[in-house]
């Protein structure tokens, strides 16, 4: 890939840059810190990685971080993994989320939205009163600091309440959208055994209701450590027996006690997708998420008290409680809870219109499919208040970047963004100060020391490496839980390079500092010793109008040749003929490298994906080389089982 393209897609004025929050803080940063007044973002980054604790400090206070007890030091220990943070330091997440009730409490802290687009308010003032009541419950049914909470919930605003007080009480928050089937719930929660359930009887989706009731039953069954689950009858159903009503939780006029508790006690559990045995159960600390969400969100996504902040997501997936902790820069959050095309394949963009969201993210695979689909959004609706589109969960292609260009407007902040559920939060992304190249991420993050290194651990530039990160992260996981002597935590990102988080991504750091992801290096394409990322692939292929979806493997042989098959799913009436094989095959020669021309192309009814969207390329692989399914994937972690039989048949008849 070629990162010496030296125009810009899109370049901030010099009033955007001056009234961004990271500009302001970098003037006060130097004034109070030491850090660089001049050089701009480079020079910032350079500092913030070079004088970690000098940075976290500084960050603490911008964002005025209320300590209860003060800190002994900002990095007690920073060897990884087992960094300390704020070692001393007690405060509580949720008291931070809930600041701004005191000077904006009649103004919405939620908006929800469902499938009829209709929008429900909840203002700052009712949002703390019924987390003020709902904790007083928790503690009354017995809830102490550490205890876990659970919720099998949709993307409603009864979920960020929920979360909020598990914080306040000092317990430990998990959740999974009710899309998730019974198994795939107790592969998560039965690890960490919570005390309490919170439930929905069924959602909406696609415009059908789906009833949840039998699942949650047997939820309760299976789940031997709960006291207590709370019903909330989103399709309007009777609370069952022996359960407690969400209504009578959260009625009374509570005022909030936040337990205070050590920087790095848990907040929440999230999982990791699980393909190929249990998930990792990832546990994140109070105080980790709150300064590097602060830092992300305040710093990097430019998010005040003015702005609406949109993220099509799920509680399954990480990007929901990043949403949630926007509203620690005491910005209004928007909770969609649907289908991301219902009722037409513009449903995100009419939302984003209808709530005045400022900052709008989704999935690179939406915007393409929107490209497909021949949306015009900014043609067709009211985006002016939309300052930045953001995606994440794959690679955005260049095509998808040229696409937000020209269809919603030239002057489009489009900050495509990378990191993981590991940290719950940006390795690199969003920069409101800096230029977008197409195809490529804006920089690295503050604080987040982010190189491409070599298998010997040797630093390149603008060429293909591993992702690795050098300096702890406040959010990197304090542990996994079931995982005692920290082993399987290290094995997950530190068997490669002592010391050192080694991802799992392929990157390309380019020399004017911008990043390119290529997807997972766990699944590369390696032929004649060129490694390539399967996302380039898919950028090149997925162009083509008959390809609605792609997955390419390399499967080493046992005779040591290599094997890469590029399944197809097409669209609706098209056929794969030997004309659209050689456009395909075609296209990668000419668009990335004749090595790596597939040597089968195969039509497929489907692509397998995890529960949170993304491709499974590893599991695939397995099963092509001969593993059993039950031992190559987790079942309860893919969107749709059916689809893996066909790659199993496959390996059968290939063997």
């Known amino acids: 890939m070629s990162t010496t393209n030296p125009q810009p897609l899109w370049q901030p004025d010099p009033q955007r840059i001056a009234q961004a929050r990271i500009t302001r803080f970098q003037t006060w940063a130097a004034e109070h810190h030491g850090a660089p007044a001049d050089g701009g973002y480079a020079a910032l980054h350079r500092w913030s990685v070079d004088e970690p604790e000098t940075f976290w400090k500084a960050v603490t206070e911008w964002f005025d971080v209320r300590f209860s007890t003060p800190y002994a030091r900002v990095l007690g220990d920073r060897s990884m993994p087992g960094a300390q943070w704020f070692p001393g330091a007690t405060l509580n997440y949720a008291e931070h ?50 205890d876990r909470v659970s919720g099998y919930l949709p993307n409603i605003p009864q979920a960020v309440t929920a979360l909020l007080a598990t914080a306040a009480v000092g317990a430990v928050w998990t959740s999974c959208a009710p899309d998730f089937g019974a198994r795939s719930v107790l592969d998560r929660f039965q690890q960490v055994e919570p005390v309490v359930l919170f439930t929905v009887d069924g959602y909406r989706y696609g415009g059908k209701e789906h009833d949840r009731r ?9 789940l031997p450590t709960l006291r207590a689950v709370v019903h909330i009858p989103l399709l309007g159903s009777d609370t069952p027996e022996g359960a407690l009503a969400w209504d009578a939780l959260t009625a009374a006029d509570t005022e909030p006690v936040f337990e205070q508790v050590p920087f790095d006690h848990p907040l929440w559990v999230l999982y990791s997708s699980g393909t190929t045995g249990l998930p990792k159960a990832i546990v994140q600390s109070q105080g980790g998420i709150l300064v590097e969400h602060l830092k992300q969100l305040g710093l990097h996504c430019d998010l005040g008290p003015e702005d609406r902040f949109f993220w099509y997501t799920s509680t399954g997936w990480m990007m929901w409680n990043f949403l949630v902790s926007g509203l620690l820069t005491g910005t209004t959050i928007v909770l969609y809870d649907g289908s991301p095309g219902f009722p037409a394949t513009d449903a995100q963009w009419r939302i984003a219109e209808r709530t005045g969201a400022t900052l709008f993210g989704t999935s690179a695979a939406y915007v393409m499919a929107c490209r497909k689909a021949d949306v015009h959004p900014g043609r067709d609706l009211d985006l002016s208040r939309v300052q930045c589109v953001a995606t994440t969960g794959s690679p955005l292609p260049p095509d998808g970047f040229r696409w937000l260009h020209d269809e919603v407007r030239e002057d489009l902040w489009i900050a ?5 559920t590991d940290v719950c939060s940006c390795f690199a992304g969003a920069v409101p100060t800096l230029p977008v190249y197409i195809g490529e991420l804006q920089a690295p993050g503050l604080g987040t020391d982010l190189q491409s290194w070599d298998p010997n651990g040797e630093p390149l530039t603008d060429e293909v490496g591993e992702l690795v990160v050098t300096n702890p992260m406040p959010s990197m996981p304090v542990r996994f839980w079931n995982d005692p002597d920290g082993s399987r935590y290290h094995d997950s990102y530190f068997d490669t ?20 992801i290529h997807g997972r290096s766990d699944s590369t394409l390696n032929r004649q010793g060129v490694r390539m990322g399967s996302a380039d692939i898919y950028e090149a292929v997925e162009r083509l109008p008959e390809i609605r979806e792609s997955l ?7 005779d040591g040749g290599y094997w890469m098959p590029l399944f197809v799913h097409l669209v609706p009436g098209a056929t794969l003929d030997d004309a659209l094989r050689t456009r395909i095959k075609q296209t990668i020669r000419e668009q990335l490298s004749p090595r790596h021309v597939p040597d089968e192309i195969i039509e497929v009814p489907g692509v397998p994906h995890t529960l949170t969207g993304k491709r499974i390329e590893v599991p695939v692989k397995r099963l092509l080389q001969g593993t059993p399914l039950e031992k190559a994937v987790n079942p309860g972690s893919i969107d749709d089982l059916d689809l893996l039989h066909f790659y199993e048949d496959l390996a059968r008849k290939r063997a």
Request: hydrophobic share 40%.
């Open 97 to 146: 989320a809930l600041r701004a009730a005191a000077t904006r409490a009649d103004e919405p802290a939620l908006l929800y939205v469902d499938e009829t687009h209709e929008t429900s308010p909840v203002t700052w003032s009712e949002l703390r009163r019924q987390v003020g009541s709902l904790a007083a419950e928790l503690r009354a049914l017995g809830v102490r600091p550490g």
């Open 552 to 558: 390419v493997i390399g499967v080493e042989q046992p």
């Open 214 to 222: 039998a699942t949650v039953a047997e939820l309760r069954r299976e």
């Open 416 to 420: 495509s963004v990378s990191g993981g």
């Open 497 to 516: 390079y002592p010391g050192v988080w080694r991802h799992g991504d392929w990157i390309t750091l380019t020399s004017r500092g911008s990043v390119v």
